[in-house]
Every structure is written in structure tokens, then in C-alpha cells.
């Protein structure tokens, strides 16, 4: 096995990690925007009493949509090219959730749109260069 083959393989493996774990956390994501009550999640997040239902639940299904699209194309070997587009649209999807956050004055809130946003662009940079 070559050193370039190795590095391939590693590379591979980091990026199917971190695939995951941005789609895991976006399934969690799903589930508690779809599933739990309204009462229960403006307890946890106060910007949900503030908007519509209807909000909430859209972004929860935009989060389920960058899950699949994260995980699914690459899985099954169907237009593999779907999963960095995936990654750019979870990129402005953080954009989006931090300058919500931000124009609300919760800029202590915006800490995981960035690292999520970083880990997107680590997958949009390993799975284009294939």
C-alpha cells in the first residue's frame, strides 16, 4: 500500500466521521423540533415561543434534508456529488442561524453554528477533491 493510498483511507474515514456526527446532530435536531412540544422547546430554546410553529418545524425538516444529503448519496453511490453540496447548504444554513441569533443579541448562542459550519466545510473541501 502507497503512502498516498493510507493518507486516502484516513482521510476517508475522518470525513465519514465527521458526516456523521453532523448528521447525527441534525437528526437530534429534527426530532426535538418535529416532536417535542412547543411548551417543552421554548424551554430550552426561547427563540421558539418567538416565532411561528410553522417556522420551527421547516427548520427542523431543512435539518433533516442536510442529514440525508450528508449521508445518504456517498452510502449509496448515487450522484455522490450531492453530499458537499449538502455540506455548502448546511454552511448557509449556520450563516442563517447565527445571524438569527445575532440579530436577536444571543451571540453567546452562535458557538455551535460555527463549529458546525467549520466540520461542513471540512466535508465540502475532503469530498470535492475526489
Known amino acids: ?13 475522518l470525513l465519514w466521521i465527521t458526516q456523521l456526527l453532523l448528521a447525527s446532530s441534525l437528526i437530534w435536531s429534527v426530532f ?3 416532536f417535542t412540544p412547543i411548551e417543552e422547546l421554548s424551554a430550552m430554546w426561547s427563540w421558539v415561543a418567538e ?28 450522484k455522490p456529488i450531492l453530499t458537499p453540496l449538502a455540506a455548502w447548504g448546511i454552511i448557509l444554513l ?14 453567546s448562542e452562535i458557538g455551535i453554528n460555527i463549529v ?15
Open 1 to 13: 500500500m502507497t503512502q498516498f493510498n493510507k493518507k486516502s483511507k484516513v482521510l476517508n474515514m
Open 32 to 34: 426535538t423540533k418535529l
Open 51 to 78: 416565532v411561528p410553529i410553522s417556522f420551527v418545524k421547516f427548520t427542523g425538516l431543512v435539518d433533516l434534508l442536510g442529514a440525508l444529503g450528508l449521508t445518504l448519496p456517498i452510502l449509496l453511490k448515487v
Open 94 to 107: 449556520m450563516i442563517c442561524a447565527a445571524t438569527f441569533h445575532i440579530l436577536r443579541g444571543e451571540v
Open 116 to 130: 458546525f459550519a467549520i466540520l461542513a466545510s471540512f466535508v465540502v473541501w475532503g469530498r470535492m477533491k475526489k
